[in-house]
């Protein structure tokens, strides 16, 4: 779950990319990246922290160019250090920058077959440096980075990666590459800026960095395809490899900004839905509730609550006061942070609570941490029960996908029945949104049939390479870097079956 854009221009890119790269900050908040490409020479800044922090004045001065790629990085796999931060770049060939969204999984894989035949050295513990290198690698025998040889490139790489990838790539003397896992599992959007000079295009994760910047929406890059724009300014579509959608669910739980559009759903559309089946499901089994007010839990759950609201005649109050300079506590890099961090994010009107049965409305619940902590809250305001409503099933199944869930002993909900879940959050009843019904405010939103990847409801991997033995030393692996400390990192180098 990390953001991406990148921006082939007549002018100058950096201001853009920063401002995409603020608009698309909520895909990750631990470290940013800017590489632009001016005259043969590549411009690299990235660091820990927010856009906001990472680019001074001085640093956006320096990084000139008409092309360039940037990457807000969310941590997947237990590392926050500065190294692993994108852009990601290799000299050979052409030289070649990039930009990664998603997780590979057959990434050790990767690397030790990389290292034996192509003696290609990777220096991080991330797998978007793997992709990097197995895609120069697919490019290595090509004269120039023309759009055919690219594109070969890009249908040799896809055939080896397993796995979820949006990517961005900026090539030497070639221009800018886009590409999407046959599957389409994480989003990746493009559009185009009509000036005197020509068009200029922007391939970005959500459409709101589009919609901000002044880019007309084009398309989704598909399942199995490769966007190449060459730096005369003419944009190059090819399907690479059969594909067919199935992108992520959690992009509409939480992800995604609600006023992003990703395969055709609007993602707000899609969230007023998840409430209104949620209150079909809560009237069927509990028609003789005493539910005095619905309140939300900001921001991301606040639309199904609306609609929620609305299908069960209830009032809606906004109950907590949301401190907007404190980050989305999900995508924190420990679970340290995420608790020390709730009530500073959030702050309960008591006004809102005394004397009232409350039906707390959240996006899901994944570790329990920040739905624990606003049940008390709610009831230390005085309130006379707390009910509790998820708009998303239960999460039961680790993600291999790009998300943070790899340990299934760090969900909530890992072999619990949901009013053992409701026990241990502290509320006096649980309702979770069904699957069925999850997936069925999802396809009423979207424009045409839609299928989705669910695995952390349902433990289905549509990638149909993720066996309970990768799962299990998978997780091996996540318990030994917490073991070690935060900041250490996850080897995977035996990982993979």
């Given at each position: 779950?990390?953001?991406?854009?990148?921006?082939?221009?007549?002018?100058?890119?950096?201001?853009?990319?920063?401002?995409?790269?603020?608009?698309?900050?909520?895909?990750?908040?631990?470290?940013?990246?800017?590489?632009?490409?001016?005259?043969?020479?590549?411009?690299?800044?990235k660091?820990?922290?927010?856009?906001?922090?990472?680019?001074?004045?001085?640093?956006?001065?320096?990084?000139?160019?008409?092309?360039?790629?940037?990457?807000?990085?969310?941590?997947?796999?237990?590392?926050?250090?500065?190294?692993?931060?994108?852009?990601?770049?290799?000299?050979?060939?052409?030289?070649?920058?990039?930009?990664?969204?998603?997780?590979?999984?057959?990434?050790?894989?990767?690397?030790?077959?990389?290292?034996?035949?192509?003696?290609?050295?990777?220096?991080?513990?991330?797998?978007?440096e793997?992709?990097?290198?197995?895609?120069?690698?697919?490019?290595?025998?090509?004269?120039?980075?023309?759009?055919?040889?690219?594109?070969?490139?890009?249908?040799?790489?896809?055939?080896?990666?397993?796995?979820?990838?949006?990517?961005v790539?900026?090539?030497?003397?070639g221009?800018?590459?886009?590409?999407?896992?046959?599957?389409?599992?994480?989003?990746?959007?493009?559009?185009?800026?009509?000036?005197?000079?020509?068009?200029?295009?922007?391939?970005a994760?959500e459409?709101?960095?589009?919609?901000?910047?002044?880019?007309?929406?084009?398309?989704?890059?598909?399942?199995?395809?490769?966007?190449?724009?060459d730096?005369?300014?003419?944009?190059?579509?090819?399907?690479?490899?059969?594909?067919?959608?199935h992108?992520?669910?959690?992009?509409?739980?939480?992800?995604?900004?609600?006023?992003?559009?990703?395969?055709?759903?609007?993602?707000?559309w899609?969230?007023?839905?998840?409430?209104?089946?949620?209150a079909?499901?809560?009237?069927?089994?509990?028609?003789?509730?005493?539910?005095?007010?619905?309140?939300?839990?900001?921001?991301?759950?606040?639309?199904?609550a609306?609609?929620?609201?609305?299908?069960?005649?209830?009032?809606?109050?906004?109950?907590f006061?949301?401190?907007?300079?404190?980050?989305?506590?999900?995508i924190?890099?420990?679970?340290?942070?995420?608790?020390?961090?709730?009530?500073k994010?959030?702050?309960?009107?008591?006004?809102?609570?005394k004397?009232?049965?409350?039906?707390?409305?959240?996006?899901?619940?994944?570790?329990?941490t920040?739905?624990?902590?606003?049940?008390?809250?709610?009831?230390?305001?005085?309130?006379?029960?707390?009910?509790?409503a998820?708009?998303?099933?239960?999460?039961r199944?680790?993600?291999?996908?790009?998300?943070?869930m790899?340990?299934?002993?760090?969900?909530?909900?890992?072999?619990?029945?949901?009013?053992?879940?409701?026990?241990?959050?502290?509320?006096?009843?649980?309702?979770?949104?069904?699957?069925?019904?999850?997936?069925?405010?999802?396809?009423?939103?979207?424009?045409?049939?839609l299928k989705?990847?669910?695995?952390?409801?349902?433990?289905?991997?549509?990638?149909?390479?993720?066996?309970?033995?990768?799962?299990?030393?998978?997780?091996?692996?996540?318990?030994?870097?917490?073991?070690?400390?935060?900041?250490?990192?996850?080897?995977?180098?035996?990982?993979?079956?």
């Amino acid at each position: 779950m990390c953001g991406i854009v990148g921006i082939m221009s007549h002018e100058g890119v950096a201001q853009d990319l920063f401002d995409a790269l603020t608009v698309l900050q909520h895909r990750g908040q631990d470290a940013a990246g800017i590489m632009t490409l001016d005259d043969g020479h590549f411009h690299l800044r990235k660091a820990n922290g927010l856009v906001r922090d990472v680019f001074l004045l001085r640093h956006m001065e320096r990084l000139k160019g008409h092309c360039g790629i940037g990457h807000v990085r969310y941590p997947t796999a237990g590392s926050s250090s500065e190294e692993e931060a994108q852009p990601f770049f290799v000299n050979a060939p052409f030289g070649i920058a990039l930009a990664h969204n998603g997780n590979l999984t057959n990434a050790a894989e990767l690397k030790a077959a990389m290292l034996q035949q192509d003696r290609r050295h990777i220096n991080t513990h991330s797998d978007s440096e793997i992709l990097l290198n197995v895609f120069a690698h697919a490019l290595g025998d090509a004269k120039s980075p023309t759009p055919a040889a690219v594109f070969d490139a890009a249908t040799q790489t896809m055939k080896t990666l397993k796995g979820a990838y949006a990517t961005v790539m900026m090539i030497g003397g070639g221009g800018l590459l886009a590409m999407r896992d046959p599957f389409g599992i994480r989003p990746l959007v493009y559009g185009v800026k009509k000036t005197p000079k020509g068009n200029v295009y922007m391939i970005a994760s959500e459409t709101v960095a589009l919609d901000t910047l002044g880019y007309e929406f084009i398309s989704d890059v598909a399942p199995g395809e490769a966007i190449y724009i060459d730096f005369k300014g003419e944009l190059h579509r090819q399907q690479c490899v059969p594909g067919s959608k199935h992108p992520c669910a959690f992009e509409f739980v939480y992800l995604a900004r609600p006023d992003s559009i990703i395969d055709g759903v609007p993602v707000h559309w899609a969230r007023l839905n998840m409430g209104t089946y949620l209150a079909k499901h809560i009237m069927s089994t509990w028609p003789d509730h005493d539910i005095d007010v619905v309140i939300p839990v900001p921001d991301t759950a606040r639309s199904a609550a609306q609609a929620l609201a609305t299908a069960m005649n209830l009032p809606m109050r906004e109950g907590f006061v949301k401190n907007r300079y404190i980050g989305r506590t999900f995508i924190m890099p420990s679970q340290a942070t995420r608790s020390k961090s709730v009530r500073k994010k959030l702050n309960a009107m008591s006004m809102e609570f005394k004397g009232k049965n409350v039906l707390l409305v959240d996006d899901s619940i994944v570790r329990g941490t920040t739905c624990k902590q606003i049940i008390q809250m709610a009831r230390d305001c005085g309130a006379k029960k707390v009910y509790f409503a998820s708009a998303a099933p239960a999460v039961r199944h680790p993600n291999v996908y790009g998300i943070d869930m790899p340990v299934r002993t760090d969900l909530v909900a890992y072999g619990k029945t949901d009013e053992e879940v409701a026990k241990h959050i502290g509320c006096d009843k649980l309702i979770y949104q069904t699957l069925d019904n999850l997936k069925a405010a999802i396809q009423h939103a979207a424009s045409e049939p839609l299928k989705l990847e669910t695995s952390v409801f349902d433990g289905t991997y549509v990638t149909g390479d993720v066996t309970a033995e990768y799962i299990d030393k998978l997780e091996s692996a996540r318990h030994q870097s917490k073991k070690n400390g935060p900041t250490s990192v996850i080897d995977l180098s035996n990982a993979v079956i």
